[in-house]
C-alpha cells in the first residue's frame, strides 16, 4: 500500500470525464482507484519495476528490529 500521494493533473474531454466518472460509480470505485490501476497494470505490462513508497518504509522498519 502506498503511503505518500503525488498528484498527477490529467487534460480529458469533459464528456469522456463524465463517462468515466458514471462508470466509476457504477463499479463502487473512485476514479483515482481506477487510474491508479491502471498505472500499476502499464508498469507491469512494460517491465517496469517500483517500489510503493509503504514497501520502502516496512522494509526500513523491519531492519531495524
Known amino acids: 500500500m502506498e503511503l505518500k500521494t503525488a498528484r498527477l493533473t490529467v487534460l480529458i474531454d469533459p464528456a469522456k470525464k463524465r463517462a468515466f466518472e458514471q462508470l466509476c ?3 463502487d470505485m473512485t ?3 481506477i487510474v491508479r ?3 500499476r497494470d ?7 519495476a517500483f517500489v510503493p513508497s509503504g514497501k520502502a518504509a516496512e522494509r526500513a522498519s523491519a531492519g531495524r528490529q
Not at 42 to 48: D, I, N, S, T
Request: glycine share 6%.
Open 25 to 27: 460509480a457504477r463499479q
Open 31 to 33: 476514479p483515482s482507484q
Open 37 to 39: 490501476k491502471l498505472i
Open 42 to 48: 502499464y508498469l507491469a505490462q512494460h517491465g517496469e
